[in-house]
Nanobody, 115 residues
Framework: QVQLVESGGGLVQPGDSLRLSCAASGSIFSVMGWYRQAPGKQRELVALKTTGGGTNIAASVKGRFTISRDNAKNTVDLQMNTLKPEDTAVYYC???????????WGQGTQVTVSS
């Protein structure tokens, strides 16, 4: 049984930092990453990292957000710096099974950036 457990969301002010963490279990994952969904908008990719170290980061967060992954521990973290109000969203951890290519999702964690 695959489980993704997220932590680290919260309410911060513009310019602050937050770190999101996700621990996955139950499979081996080829890709792990983070997506977000703001109210009234579609879910969008924030950043992902492959087992081999390949990285894809959305242009809107490049230079501010950093993704890191520990393959041995099946964890993926998102360091978010210089947060902006437009970063406000529910952030979801995503992991793709290496055996089935099925995408698994965490329950989501709220990030609110507001003064």
């Amino acid at each position: 049984q695959v489980q993704l457990v997220e932590s680290g969301g919260g309410l911060v002010q513009p310019g602050d930092s937050l770190r999101l963490s996700c621990a996955a279990s139950g499979s081996i994952f080829s890709v792990m990453g983070w997506y977000r969904q703001a109210p009234g908008k579609q879910r969008e990719l924030v950043a992902l990292k492959t087992t081999g170290g390949g990285t894809n980061i959305a242009a809107s967060v490049k230079g501010r957000f950093t993704i890191s992954r520990d393959n041995a521990k099946n964890t993926v973290d998102l360091q978010m710096n210089t947060l902006k109000p437009e970063d406000t969203a529910v952030y979801y951890c995503n992991a793709r099974s290496i055996t089935s290519s099925y995408d698994f999702w965490g329950q989501g964690t709220q990030v609110t950036v507001s003064s």
